[in-house]
């Protein structure tokens, strides 16, 4: 009889990014949680009102700037997460609650590709952004990026939030290895790979 030991399971490397999205998930599921967290893609530099529901939850080291990474994730998601006042109370999107195959390689980039195999937006649209995205500083990503989200997600694109927060926090020291990670993923997408369904779900009302 064989006593070799079964195969452990691949280790969850965005296990911490996980928890803090569900985390955020959570609070966005009443009507003030959702509008306070919402409220810091105003200023995530003032990030107020948001502080009460995620201040717990980052790390006590970060500095300002990797502060910024967590917040500008929670208010994107909450800017797309359904509506509590109109009765919505959904469950965590997959891959929230647990980790999907390969979602740990669906990264910004991949979500790009998916727009426009979807025809949400152009190959050249997505490839001046990309490069445009090189060459920003945290401070312009900040101010660009949740319109771009917010344009994926309304075409029904996929977005791996736990990925989208370890590469937002990763930007801070890593900027060109991040765009240059987003930059692959897109060039190197395959349309027949299946597609994990890990964004918040869109067929609630999210107004």
């Given at each position: 009889m064989s006593t070799d030991s079964p195969p452990s399971a691949e280790p969850d490397v965005l296990a911490?990014?996980?928890?803090?999205?569900?985390?955020?998930?959570?609070?966005?599921?009443?009507?003030?949680?959702?509008?306070a967290v919402r409220s810091a893609l105003t200023d995530p530099h003032k990030p107020f009102r948001a502080y009460e529901?995620?201040?717990?939850?980052?790390?006590?080291?970060?500095?300002?700037?990797t502060e910024r990474a967590y917040v500008l994730t929670?208010?994107?998601?909450?800017?797309?997460?359904?509506?509590p006042r109109l009765g919505h109370q959904p469950k965590p999107p997959a891959?929230?609650?647990?980790?999907?195959?390969?979602?740990?390689?669906?990264?910004?980039?991949?979500s790009l590709a998916r727009a426009v195999h979807t025809k949400t937006l152009t190959d050249d649209t997505v490839k001046a952004r990309l490069?445009?995205?090189?060459?920003?500083?945290?401070d312009a990503l900040t101010?660009?990026?949740?319109?771009?989200?917010?344009?994926?997600?309304?075409?029904?694109?996929?977005?791996?939030?736990?990925?989208?927060?370890r590469d937002l926090t990763r930007w801070v020291d890593h900027p060109t290895d991040t765009a240059r990670a987003w930059a692959r993923a897109y060039y190197q997408y395959d349309p027949t790979a299946p597609t994990a369904p890990t964004a918040a779900s869109t067929d609630e009302e999210t107004s």
């Open positions: 911490h990014q996980r928890a803090f999205m569900l985390h955020v998930h959570q609070q966005c599921s009443t009507p003030g949680g959702r509008a529901y995620l201040l717990a939850r980052i790390p006590r080291w970060t500095n300002s700037d929670a208010g994107m998601y909450a800017d797309q997460a359904p509506n891959g929230l609650a647990a980790p999907l195959d390969g979602d740990r390689w669906r990264n910004l980039g991949w490069l445009l995205m090189s060459r920003q500083d945290a101010r660009d990026l949740p319109p771009l989200v917010a344009r994926l997600r309304a075409g029904d694109v996929p977005v791996v939030w736990p990925l989208l927060l």
